[in-house]
């Protein structure tokens, strides 16, 4: 079992940068593989970036590539999503994830991840 808790959304302006954060529990944090995903209202859930376990390998959604950065602490349990220049199409909630087959490393689908946090909004105003 893995408990996931994001935190550091908020109202920003078109232009700013945030950072959100989640931290995990339950099981080492370093033997899962992690990802963001976001969900804007009246659209499905799309995929925004993964880490690989130990951090050396990242994954981005074109939308973001450039914008966003990804990165892990496994000494805090902790995963991160930088954001920068922060587009009003970016306001959605973001859910962190985690990936418990060994065999993936960066996937971008959502039902390859097996616990989810509960998310956190994100709104970017024009």
């Known amino acids: 079992q893995v408990q996931l808790v994001e935190s550091g959304g908020g109202l920003v302006q078109a232009g700013d940068s945030l950072r959100l954060s989640c931290v995990a529990s339950?099981?080492?944090?370093?033997?899962?593989?992690m990802g963001w995903f976001r969900q804007a209202p009246g659209k499905e859930r799309e995929f925004v970036a993964a880490?690989?376990?130990?951090?050396?390998?990242?994954r981005y959604a074109d939308s973001v590539k450039g914008r966003f950065t990804i990165s892990r602490d496994n000494a805090k349990n902790t995963v991160y999503l930088q954001m920068n220049s922060l587009k009003p199409e970016d306001t959605a909630v973001y859910f962190c994830?985690?990936?418990?087959?060994?065999?993936?490393?960066?996937?971008?689908?959502?039902?390859?991840?097996?616990?989810w946090g509960q998310g956190t909004q994100v709104t970017v105003s024009s």
């Open positions: 880490i690989s376990r130990n951090g050396g390998s990242r």
């Open positions: 994830a985690a990936d418990l087959t060994p065999w993936q490393t960066q996937a971008t689908m959502g039902d390859d991840y097996d616990y």
């Open positions: 339950g099981r080492t944090f370093s033997s899962y593989a």
